[in-house]
């Protein structure tokens, strides 16, 4: 079975602290994804990765940046953290082929005070 | 861009068949997918249908697709106290997009 897991589940975060959220995957897959998933707007992607050292803006990369330094491992980080992105934050990975379909970890609910 | 919808709730009897309605608007969507949500988990992948397919059968779960309409649905059939969960469909061009969710509620 694949594997995506998440440092934490849960996480509290002061206004203004840097933040990192870690994924990693355990099946070899060159796709990686963040979104943010909120109330009412489904999911949103952030950032994805399609290999190692590479990055792609989403549709919401504001205020958020990404580090991939190996396969198996994709970085979120909050330079400065603000309340508004306090939110569910889900990890994917994928295959390149053939179909496509996304794995995801069980998300870390960050919470911004 | 592509657009993504479904309704945000949907409640039914334990035993009766639940239906989840999905509309995307871009025709040259390739993949189409469904994934459940459990509460305080993350999404796991139902099934997914090619868009040259009509149908597909899984056990307990139909997904119809009308491309002409652009709509995809996904029938759970027998419904059951654990099939409660929030649905998302995702359709895939360059890549993939989901819609915002539909909240399954099963009573006894």
């Known amino acids: 079975d694949v594997k995506v897991t998440q440092s934490s589940r849960y996480l509290v975060k002061r206004t203004g602290e840097k933040v990192f959220l870690e994924c990693v995957q355990d099946?070899?897959?060159?796709?990686m994804f963040w979104y943010r998933q909120d109330p009412g707007l489904g999911l949103r992607l952030i950032y994805f990765?399609?290999?190692?050292?590479?990055?792609e803006k989403g549709d919401i990369p504001e205020g958020y940046s990404v580090s991939r330094e190996k396969k198996e491992r994709f970085s979120l980080i909050l330079e400065s953290a603000s309340t508004n992105q306090t939110s569910m934050y889900l990890c994917?990975?994928?295959?390149?082929?053939?179909?496509?379909?996304?794995?995801f970890g069980p998300g870390t609910r960050l919470t911004v005070t | 861009g592509e657009d993504v919808e479904q309704s945000l709730f949907l409640s039914v009897r334990e035993g009766d068949s639940s239906v989840i309605n999905c509309t995307y608007t871009?025709?040259?969507?390739?993949?189409l997918y469904w994934y459940k949500q459990e509460p305080g988990a993350g999404l796991q992948l139902l099934t997914y249908?090619?868009?040259?397919?009509d149908m597909k059968q899984d056990q307990r779960l139909t997904v119809l697709l009308n491309k002409k309409d652009k709509h995809l649905s996904l029938r759970i059939a027998d419904t059951q106290t654990g099939d409660s969960a929030i649905y998302f469909c995702?359709?895939?061009?360059?890549?993939?997009?989901f819609g915002t969710g539909t909240r399954l509620q099963v009573f006894p």
């Open positions: 994917a990975s994928s295959p390149q082929v053939p179909s496509y379909e996304q794995y």
């Open positions: 099946m070899d897959h060159e796709n």
């Open positions: 990765s399609y290999d190692v050292k590479m990055k």
């Open positions: 871009d025709s040259s969507s390739t993949y």
């Open positions: 249908i090619f868009s040259n397919m």
């Open positions: 995702a359709v895939r061009n360059d890549k993939l997009i």
